[in-house]
């Protein structure tokens, strides 16, 4: 935007046309990663499940993962580590850890290492498919299908582990 003198003329500096100088800051938007991603594009589909099921489970190893790995103090006195917490507004972020835990070893239960290892990448730590594969140093095909394989068993293993309602 051009400044103006008091009279309403363009505003000189140095022999060039003055302009008003704004600071402002650049909105970041997230991008889209891991888990997100891959159901948006469609990678979740084709399995024995529905990718919406697979796509639940992995937003719930997600939490689990992120709250067993993010707890930094003993203190009791505080809050629980995210919002989404399953436990009770009084429970202290030990409790948050354990429960997540017992989740992540339910979810983990009868999975290989490579299949852990794709979960903790993609759906935990939400690394892309390419990203994941680049670093298994896999084709990113194989990876869509042990991450495909991995949700499925997850999701079988975690509905295995929940008592039936009578």
């Not at 889209?32 to 697979?54: C, H, N, S, T, V």
């Not at 919002?83 to 290989?112: K, M, N």
Request: with cysteine.
């Amino acid at each position: 935007m051009p400044q103006f003198d008091d009279r309403g003329a363009r505003a000189i500096r140095h022999g060039l046309p003055a302009y008003r100088q704004e600071t402002h800051t650049r909105v970041r938007i997230a991008s889209r990663g891991g888990l997100q991603l891959a159901f948006e594009r469609g990678d979740l589909d084709g399995g024995r499940i529905k990718a919406e099921r697979l796509h639940e489970s992995g937003q719930a190893y997600r939490w689990a993962f992120e709250t067993a790995s993010a707890l930094t103090t003993p203190a009791r006195n505080l809050a629980p580590i995210s919002g989404r917490s399953p436990l009770r507004a009084s429970a202290g972020p030990q409790d948050a850890v354990f429960t997540a835990g017992e989740i992540l070893r339910v979810f983990r239960a009868g999975l290989s290492a490579r299949h852990i290892t794709v979960l903790d990448n993609v759906c935990g730590l939400d690394a892309t498919l390419r990203a994941t594969a680049l670093w298994l140093k896999a084709d990113v095909r194989t990876v869509r299908r042990v991450l495909v394989e991995a949700l499925t068993l997850a999701t079988e293993s975690r509905a295995a582990s929940r008592p039936e309602k009578t």
